[in-house]
């Protein structure tokens, strides 16, 4: 049966039009609505937005900046913890929201809060907990091997962190986008869970460039996203992100990847690593697993 | 491991000096293999040292110079965050070129180049590492180490190259910072120091010397400050780091003498370290000093026979135009090919803004050398083309008074480095300062600066 490509404003609960019945047509609405300026996709907490606009600003202290997380439970609780957590391991226990901070630092508040931001009010479509938690576990792992290889390879540290967090964050919103269509839709779209996290996985690119877009996220961070899972890409970002995606799914147990696999990785090639620096990388798994699982 | 490819001449690393060495091999009809553990030729130079940085630098001095050259007559106003990497955009297609010429000039000499990490085995074998697979060997008569080095990062200085970045990350930033700390004040410190002041950057530079580029003139270094405290930028020397840390906000440093720095970034320029690292150089008996720099004598041979090291590995002046000579003068060395005259004449550049030139003995080092010197000096701002163009510099000639032959010439503005050029050629070619009077010069060049300054010797000497 035709029909007609789902509109924007279904993203957000309005009316649906013809009834869809199939997977293949699914796919192609979905394709249709990814491929458009998207009006109605998810914004950022408010608190979220707050912290971007004045981390943004130049006269920014960590005292301002507290203030504001403390309006938010959720988000300063979820500081404190990160901020404790292994991979900001500090000599004393951080205690204090200003301390928090100060230890982590204006940017990686920022980047904590985007993470903690998506996790809260993107990773929250029912019935797929279980799933969307790994997807987010994985992003933070991804985004901290980035940083890594930033390092090694003399790369923007900032950028790579960003990058890796945000390179599967299409995956709710096209998980979100089917669920919307399946419960408003007219007639019942028959596909099933694992027909359902094939198209996540095929079209969540796509989604992350639109997503990237509504939030005027920078065009290279926009093209990271849309590109991770191009195997023919050059570009040093997209590289990165393509083998900390890699190491995360290996520090997470993974079980398709394995440090053979690692090591021969076409895009720790292109990056230019070579077996004891891919081994670095390899033996900050443990820490980066804990630090992602405590997230 | 297969068994050992045979090759006359095995250079390591493709920086200016192993380039050098392998095209002089290969032009002698050797079989030639060069070893790059990059992926791409041209070593740091190309992509993490000098040719971003100039290409930087070249934005630099166009936005810090444009309203002066024009008289204010076109309003220029600087985006808030400016980007690095767009005040760059030109740097792929010079690296390119770059790399074109050089790739284009190994494949037309026919020299083989081998992608992976090279170690010794025995004095005149090496295995060589790739990204993957399998180890290669191969065994040269000779072997020319030109393996670069690499930023030094002090044990006191938590380099994270993300606030406290080194010389290879600095330009991975996509901002400009509010402020730059730059501890150190040597060469790239002083670059990249003059650089960032020029594009609005709140910068200190932090020294435990008493003046930047010790090695340059005094009159040289002095303009050099003078320029970056009007850029709002300020030189902190005979001080050295108590601590360097980033607070979460900031990064703080401490000073020996209380004095507090606090910036939003800091670079981390105190030197550079010899890449000898998995060379196995106790496999071929290879010597270093104790600042880790492999010994050599006046061919570039080392320790042991056959071996011979050249550029940056070898220790001062580091300088690429020596570090190229140096890969020629090894080679010919060793296939008993006439290199001529040691060249004992290097020029200096330094690519701050402004940029400064050197050839030849400074005044203090004349003096010592042959006791009575007269010195003359033009200001750019005599010079015609000076004020046509609104720079600011000096040019300063060292003569010997007995004969009035030129000596040393120091240069500080725009254009040094070319400028210092005709310089070099006068003290080769024995010239008197009176050969610089007759010598006309086109009107109006800032070359004209060297009669003046000529003019300035004759008088001084005969008052």
């Known amino acids: ?295 | 491991m297969s068994s050992p490819e045979v090759f006359d001449i095995a250079v390591v690393g493709s920086g200016p000096a192993g380039q050098k060495a392998a095209i002089c091999g290969a032009k002698a009809g050797k079989r030639v293999v060069l070893i790059e553990q990059e992926r791409e030729i041209g070593g740091a130079c190309v992509r993490r040292g000098t040719i971003p940085s100039k290409t930087l630098r070249e934005t630099a001095l166009a936005y810090s110079t444009f309203q002066r050259k024009t008289g204010g007559m076109f309003p220029l106003a600087a985006p808030q965050h400016l980007l690095v990497e767009g005040m760059m955009s030109r740097l792929g297609e010079v690296i390119s070129a770059h790399e074109k010429f050089m790739a284009e000039q190994l494949g037309r000499n026919g020299i083989l180049v081998w992608h992976g990490r090279a170690s010794f085995s025995s004095p005149h074998e090496l295995s060589v590492t790739p990204l993957r697979g399998e180890r290669r060997a191969l065994s040269a008569g000779t072997i020319v180490l030109a393996p670069g080095s690499r930023p030094r990062m002090p044990d006191d200085v938590p380099v994270d190259h993300e606030h406290i970045l080194d010389s290879d990350s600095i330009l991975s930033m996509h901002y400009l910072p509010r402020s730059l700390a730059v501890l150190g004040a040597g060469v790239i410190a002083c670059e990249y120091a003059s650089i960032f002041a020029a594009l609005g950057v709140k910068v200190t530079l932090i020294d435990k010397a008493a003046r930047p580029l010790a090695f340059l003139e005094p009159e040289l270094t002095d303009h050099f400050v003078g320029a970056l405290e009007r850029q709002d930028g300020k030189f902190l020397g005979g001080r050295t780091t108590r601590e360097v840390a980033f607070d979460g906000a900031a990064v703080q440093i401490e000073l020996d003498d209380g004095t507090h720095v606090e910036a939003e970034k800091v670079l981390c320029a105190l030197g550079r370290v010899a890449n000898v690292e998995g060379l196995e150089l106790e496999n071929a008996g290879v010597k270093l000093n104790s600042r880790g720099l492999i010994i050599v004598d006046e061919h570039c041979r080392t320790a042991s026979p056959g071996i011979y090291a050249v550029g940056d590995v070898i220790g001062p002046p580091s300088l690429a135009a020596s570090a190229m000579e140096q890969g020629r003068r090894a080679v010919s060395h060793a296939l008993d090919i006439p290199a001529g005259q040691a060249a004992e004449l290097i020029p200096t550049g330094v690519y701050c803004i402004p940029e400064m030139a050197s050839v030849g003995l400074t005044e203090i080092r004349a003096r010592e050398l042959h006791g009575s010197v007269t010195m003359g000096r033009a200001s750019f701002a005599e010079i015609a083309r000076g004020q046509i163009a609104a720079v600011d510099g000096l040019l300063k000639l060292v003569t010997d008074t007995s004969d009035g032959r030129i000596l040393g010439v120091h240069i500080v503005g725009e254009g040094a480095s070319e400028l210092v050029a005709v310089g070099q050629v006068a003290i080769q070619s024995n010239w008197r300062v009176e050969q610089l009077i007759e010598t006309i010069f086109n009107f109006p060049t800032l070359a004209e600066a060297y009669r003046v300054a000529a003019l300035d010797v004759v008088k001084r000497r005969t008052t």
């Open chain 1, 1 to 295: 049966m035709q029909v007609e490509p789902l509109q924007p404003r279904r993203l957000s609960g309005a009316p649906v039009g013809a009834p869809t019945g199939s997977h293949v047509t699914l796919r192609a609405d979905l394709i249709a609505l990814l491929g458009r300026p998207l009006a109605d996709l998810p914004l950022l907490p408010e608190a979220a937005q707050r912290v971007l606009s004045v981390t943004a600003d130049d006269s920014c202290d960590a005292r301002s900046l507290s203030e504001i997380i403390r309006r938010d439970p959720s988000l300063a609780g979820r500081l404190l913890l990160i901020a404790n957590s292994p991979i900001y391991a500090a000599p004393s226990p951080t205690t204090s929201l200003q301390q928090a901070v100060t230890r982590l630092g204006m940017r990686q508040v920022r980047e904590v809060v985007l993470m903690i931001s998506m996790q809260t009010r993107l990773f929250a479509v029912p019935g797929f907990e279980r799933e969307l938690r790994e997807v987010f576990c994985h992003a933070t792992a991804t985004a901290l091997f980035a940083q890594e290889i930033a390092r090694a390879r003399r790369l923007n540290v900032e950028d790579a962190f960003l990058a890796g967090l945000f390179h599967d964050v299409g995956k709710p919103v096209v998980l979100q986008a089917i669920m919307d269509a399946k419960s408003k839709a007219a007639h019942e779209i028959k596909v099933d869970r694992t027909a359902t996290l094939a198209l996540v996985e095929e079209l969540h690119p796509l989604a992350g460039r639109a997503l990237a877009g509504a939030w005027s996220l920078s065009p290279s961070l926009s093209h990271v996203i849309e590109q991770h899972h191009n195997p023919d890409t050059t570009l040093p970002g997209v590289l990165m992100v393509r083998f900390a995606d890699a190491l995360a799914h290996f520090a997470m147990g993974d079980f398709d990847v394995d440090a053979a696999s690692l090591l021969a990785h076409p895009a720790a090639e292109a990056l230019n690593l070579y077996s004891d620096e891919i081994g670095r990388l390899i033996s900050r798994s443990a820490t980066i697993a804990a630090a992602a699982a405590a997230l």
